[in-house]
Nanobody, 118 residues
Framework: QVHLVESGGGLVQSGGSLRLSCAAS????????MGWYRQAPGKQRELVAV???????TYADSVKGRFTISRDNAENMVYLQMNALKPADTAVYYC????????????WGQGTQVSVSS
């Protein structure tokens, strides 16, 4: 059974930092691209950052220079270090595992709330 479990969300003041973690189990972690997405109230879910199976990251323009995604293949973990947080970063953050092969499997976590106060 596949599980993606996010943790590390919370309430922080503008300018503060949080580190999100996603623990993956039940998948061949090395063969998955791992990503963080977010969904704010009334908005569509959007990409925040992805790290591919080779460890190469990609970021949304809105978080470049502030957020850092990383993965630990030995521990089946993916992290999102978020610095210089803004109220606009307030959202539920979701972890996603997407198998690298065409037509591969795709899994989502339950999400963790990040709230940034001004």
């Amino acid at each position: 059974q596949v599980h993606l479990v996010e943790s590390g969300g919370g309430l922080v003041q503008s300018g503060g930092s949080l580190r999100l973690s996603c623990a993956a189990s039940g998948i061949g972690f090395d063969f998955y691209n791992m990503g963080w997405y977010r969904q704010a109230p009334g908005k569509q879910r959007e990409l925040v950052a992805v790290v591919n199976s080779r460890g190469i990251p990609t970021y949304a323009d809105s978080v470049k220079g502030r957020f850092t995604i990383s993965r630990d293949n030995a521990e089946n973990m993916v992290y999102l270090q978020m610095n210089a947080l803004k109220p606009a970063d307030t959202a539920v953050y979701y972890c996603r595992a997407a198998e690298v092969r065409i037509g591969g499997r795709d899994y989502w976590g339950q999400g963790t709330q990040v709230s940034v106060s001004s």
